[in-house]
């Protein structure tokens, strides 16, 4: 006696037309989403438009402190690191 599979109301039957129409609405959705997350980095990373000379040296002066500031802590943060293992050695 051979039992043929019961058909549920749980169980869908996908034809390869329904997955390839699906598939197909999926990757133009990734596609989107992936533009919109590019458009939306470039906006928040974009530099920030100067409107005259001064400002455009202002940003210069700017930058220019932040690297430094940048570069200073992270320069302590080495010496600290440093001094924490040399302190176990002994």
């Known amino acids: 006696m051979t039992q043929q599979p ?5 169980a ?10 699906q598939r197909m609405a999926k990757k133009t959705e ?6 919109r997350m590019q458009t939306f980095s470039e906006q928040l990373f974009a530099p ?18 932040a690297a430094y500031d940048g570069l200073m802590t992270g320069l302590r943060i080495m010496r600290r690191v440093q001094s ?7």
């Open 12 to 21: 869908a039957v996908y034809t390869i037309e329904q997955i390839r129409q």
């Open 30 to 35: 990734i596609a989107t989403s992936v533009r």
């Open 84 to 90: 924490f293992f040399r302190h176990r050695r002994r």
């Open 6 to 10: 019961s058909s549920s109301p749980s």
């Open 48 to 65: 920030q438009r100067s409107i005259g000379k001064l400002d455009g040296l202002m940003q210069q002066v700017n930058a220019g402190i």
